[in-house]
């Protein structure tokens, strides 16, 4: 029986043991190989790109000679006006690229000793990071679905009280529908709408001409006829026809399910997009072995400006 990727020895090329034992000067080491990796991590100025800099020798800071701008390793990142030491932050990629169904602001506040605050907001620069390298158009053949998630309406205790939750009017208006488009074999891109019938509009967008769409028997697909080639699949009768079904988007979907129910219990309709864009990030790349997510997810963070949403977030927000 041939044995699954993620049970093999080739999947774990990470070990959070030897993050973990870094000193401050080989987290400091390794963020400025992995920010500065076109000049094998020789420091350049990141608002003129002047290779010529003096160096402070009691703050781990340079100054451009011909702009004058002082920065540090992660001045201009996502990371930037950070109070965490930078192997914590080393260590909480890490963590966090290390669990297959996401790792919850708790649990990572308890790894890393830290505020819940603290926890959640880093856990959310490192999810924008992430999902700004998945905007691209598809092409080829791609499965279009939709689910619904939040908005749980509790039903009355007595049965004779109970109302039919499937109405809108008798749901909370928290519920919202995440929308996958799927290249067979390719990436996923996920999207948040109101509704299904929301999202044909942003599917022109994103899926080229010619390519070939297969979705479920749901009318708001019917107008992707006119556009593209549709093949459609009616789940009330089986879940594949031929080459007509949207199994792959259903595994889309199983792998947020199981994030939103195992791994962080609720998830807030205000920060879907994010743990979808999340989810999308780790199906895509689930046959790579976890050393190399974590290279590539510090390296999403540390070439990522400054966040205008997660910045400041609990000063805005508390």
Known sequence: MTQHFLLSAEARSLSLAKVARLSDEEAWEAFKMVRWSETEGEPFCPRCGCAGLYTYSKRKLWECKACKHQFS??????????????????????????????????????????????????????????????????????????????????????????????????????????????????????????????????????VLPGSTIYADEAACWDVLHARYLTKRINHSECYSDGEACTNQAESFFSRLRRAEIGTHHHISGRYLHAYAAEMAWREDNRRIDNGELYLMATFAALKHPVSRQWKGYWQRSA
């Open 73 to 206: 390793v992660t001045s201009g990142t996502i990371f930037a006006s950070r109070k965490l030491p930078i192997r914590d932050i080393l260590l909480a990629i890490a963590i966090f690229v290390n669990s297959a169904k996401g790792h919850s602001a708790l649990q990572l506040s308890r790894d890393l000793d830290v505020q819940y605050r603290t926890a959640f907001v880093l856990s959310h620069k490192i999810r924008e990071a992430l999902a700004e390298t998945a905007d691209r158009s598809l092409e080829g053949h791609v499965e279009v679905d939709g689910a619904y998630f939040g908005g749980y309406a509790k039903p009355a205790n007595h049965k004779e009280n109970r109302r039919d939750r499937r109405l809108v009017a008798n749901q909370t208006g928290k519920r919202r529908c995440v929308v996958v488009m799927r290249e067979r074999e390719g990436s996923c891109l996920p999207f948040v709408f109101g509704s299904e019938d929301e999202a044909t509009k942003v599917i022109g967008k994103h």
